[in-house]
């Protein structure tokens, strides 16, 4: 199953909740393409949501704004962040968060 972008983000929110990561580290810590997960944060530096703390040619590394700390739930220490997905649905006209977890 596809992934949203709100899911995406959501993940790499609650795995920068932990600190800071680099792309690659939250690229594989959520199973997200590593241009995926460039282009995510991007959009989430852009909306205040994550702030980029180390910027070269080579790394770039990013944390959690307070903002960005407000909407991130974190997980459960047992989880992973690729474990759980949130999904949004419209029920009746409004828009209902169900968090469904993976299994095996």
């Known amino acids: 199953m596809k992934r ?5 983000r959501q993940l790499i929110l609650r795995e920068l909740f932990s600190g800071q990561k680099t792309i690659n ?3 594989k810590s959520t199973g997200i393409n590593w241009r995926t997960a460039r282009e995510h944060l991007n959009f989430l530096a ?20 307070r903002k960005g700390m407000e909407k991130a739930k974190p997980l459960p220490a047992n989880r992973h962040a690729s474990d759980a997905i949130a999904i949004e649905v419209m029920v009746n006209g409004s828009s209902k968060r169900l968090e469904r977890v993976k299994i095996g």
């Open 46 to 65: 852009a909306r205040g949501d994550v702030t980029e703390v180390v910027s070269s040619e080579y790394v770039r590394i990013f944390k959690l704004t």
């Open 4 to 8: 949203t972008f709100y899911e995406l």
């Open 25 to 27: 580290q939250l690229s």
